[in-house]
């Protein structure tokens, strides 16, 4: 497994992201991220380069749109040891994202407040970041995906010995994140099945 050169986060909960961040910059890690994620990590002096900048595309629809672009899904996805990949890559400029750290809009949160409008739940549900999510899980053979703080010092210090993170830990990495977009999708469900749509006109 070659060595880990690019990081993406971009994060709801933002707590111990200044340590992990500073960390991977130190390891020599490109470091992508979006709003404020990035922000926050300039903030504290730590390099970063935006979504936007890295794939040529603006944020747009009042930032519904981010991270869905081919330069950070095909950087997500493509197989190292896929020759044809490599190639594609190659062709198309892609640069491969070897960490994804990302968490989610908080729909729990937002919903549990009784005066939550049926427009402001929608604009809670999270697109770009599980989609981000599943497509690092699924090429967990390549790319170490992280959805818990709790997990930072483990990928830092595996990173440190060896350049990367071993298989092992990608693997159970990556069933962090079916469980929790599984979780999430559920809680979208069963907080709409309790609505009726007909009576909120703000989305019309």
């Not at 690019?6 to 991977?24: C, H, M, V, W, Y």
Request: glycine share 8%.
């Amino acid at each position: 497994m070659k060595k880990a050169e690019r990081a993406l986060i971009s994060l709801t909960d933002k707590s111990g992201i200044e340590g992990f961040a500073r960390e991977l910059e130190g390891l020599g890690i490109e470091i992508l991220s979006t709003g404020g994620t990035a922000k926050k990590m300039r903030d504290n002096g730590i390099a970063v380069k935006d979504v936007s900048e890295f794939t040529g595309f603006p944020e747009m629809l009042d930032g519904r749109v981010k991270t869905l672009h081919p330069k950070v899904h095909g950087g997500i996805l493509a197989r190292k040891n896929n020759p044809d990949h490599l190639r594609q890559m190659k062709e198309h400029g892609l640069q491969a994202i070897d960490i994804v750290a990302v968490n989610l809009y908080a729909f729990d949160k937002t919903t549990a407040d009784p005066d939550c409008t049926l427009a402001n739940a929608i604009e809670n549900i999270d697109i770009g970041g599980p989609t981000m999510l599943r497509a690092a899980a699924k090429n967990y053979a390549d790319v170490t995906v992280i959805v818990d703080p709790a997990d930072y010092p483990t990928v830092i210090s595996e990173i440190k010995e060896t350049g990367n993170t071993s298989l092992k830990t990608r693997f159970k990495l990556a069933r962090k994140v079916f469980a929790l977009t599984s979780k999430y999708d559920t809680a979208i469900i069963n907080w709409l099945d309790n609505i009726d749509a007909d009576t909120h006109s703000e989305l019309s």
